[in-house]
């Protein structure tokens, strides 16, 4: 049974990968326009933020709240360079998935691949709804008092429900007030659909590499019960070293994809967790702030996805690169002829050292520097709240 890779389960990555222009595939010179296009809008709006420095006095709370909004365009940016600089990677990883799934043969390996495949393609689902309603939020709050009066009779005071961005357009901003929020939208929107395509197109090929180790596991499985119902028969010594083989191969895959992501991601990922703990504290000190409270805490959600989703997908490699090891121990290796137990050794003495996702050498993704990570930006956001504070 053939399985087409892109088709069944990175479908609505592709739809909206196409939509922000970061597909892999066919990409032409209107393409390319579109991610210049793309870019000129995320770094206009960076730039409207900082110009308030040269014509607003700066103080440190003037500081912080213009560095809320910034911040989160930071991450827009560098999500979206990433991914397209990497745009090549990203297409030979959706081909190796692809080459991988063609070699299987067996049908329980086929039922591991897809089991996998769909998880991601789930994941995909939910989370897309969870940024649509978020990005919903944040865009439609500053004209949901105007809609109120419209439709009802409930006078709502305006001041409560506008976003206060710190920008300068050095024109009449209650003029092209509308103008100005069409900015807004405009960055918000693209910024959290070229996120959520990216983000969870990673997340769908780490779910993949973990389907490729319980494939490994299973193979392992697999040569194990040939061993053991086929201790004294030396005529199968063929088919046991080739079942080993191939448990080996396919894992060894599952690691160089690995390598391959960390590899061609270090920099810009990197750099990405420093932002998101810095976007972080400073909207949780913005949600302290009686105006638009709402809005901070939206925005909060971004760097707070972002840091559990990567670190539970870099756990999820730990864990099913550990669980093929750990089955090789459970398993019944005193019963296999003397020369399979040899070659189990080798593989208990691989399975001492676990495989992380580090990038830079520094960043290992474990549910573990999730926590260190929110922690420590739980730890600045409680600093600048006690400056804020203090006389």
């Given at each position: ?71 989160d365009a930071s991450m827009y940016v560098l999500t979206y360079t990433s991914f397209w600089l990497n745009v090549d990677t990203i297409r030979c990883l959706l081909e190796k998935f692809q080459y991988i799934c063609d070699e299987l ?287």
């Open positions: 049974m053939t399985i087409c890779v892109v088709d069944q389960h990175f479908s609505l990555n592709k739809m909206l990968l196409r939509a922000v222009a970061l597909w892999p595939y066919r990409r032409t010179k209107l393409i390319d326009f579109h991610v210049f296009l793309i870019l000129v809008i995320f770094i206009s709006f960076i730039l409207v933020q900082l110009t308030t420095f040269l014509t607003t006095e700066c103080t440190p709370e003037m500081i912080i709240k213009s560095l809320c909004y910034t911040s043969t067996d049908e329980g390996e086929i039922a591991i691949i897809k089991q996998y495949g769909n998880g991601a393609k789930r994941f995909t689902i939910m989370f897309s709804l969870c940024i649509v309603s978020n990005i919903s939020i944040t865009c439609l709050l500053p004209v949901f008092p105007r809609i109120l009066r419209t439709f009802t009779s409930i006078n709502v005071s305006e001041e409560h429900f506008t976003v206060h961005v710190m920008r300068e357009y050095f024109i009449d901003q209650e003029k092209y007030y509308y103008c100005i929020l069409l900015h807004f939208d405009v960055t918000i929107f693209i910024g959290g659909i070229g996120c959520m395509a990216t983000g969870t197109l990673l997340f769908g090929c780490i779910k993949y590499i973990c389907g490729i180790f319980r494939i490994a596991s299973y193979r392992i499985d697999q040569a194990m019960q040939t061993a053991t119902l086929h201790h004294a028969v030396l005529s199968n010594n063929f088919i046991l070293y080739k079942k080993i083989v191939r448990a080996i191969d396919i894992h060894r895959k599952a690691v160089k994809l690995c390598d391959i992501m960390t590899s061609n991601f270090v920099g810009t990922f990197f750099v990405m967790m420093i932002v998101c703990i810095i976007s972080l504290s400073l909207n949780l000190y913005g949600s302290t702030s009686t105006q638009c409270a709402v809005a901070y805490v939206s925005l909060t959600a971004t760097p707070l996805v972002y840091i559990f989703s990567v670190n539970y997908a870099g756990q999820k490699i730990t864990d099913h690169h550990n669980y093929i090891f750990i089955n090789v121990y459970n398993c019944k290796w005193y019963r296999t002829p003397l020369y399979i137990q040899r070659i189990i050794l080798f593989l208990l003495r691989r399975g001492t050292n676990n495989n992380y996702l580090v990038f830079g050498g520094l960043a290992v993704l474990s549910l573990e520097r999730a926590a260190t990570m929110i922690s420590t930006s739980i730890s600045y956001f409680t600093v600048l709240y006690s400056t804020q504070q203090s006389p």
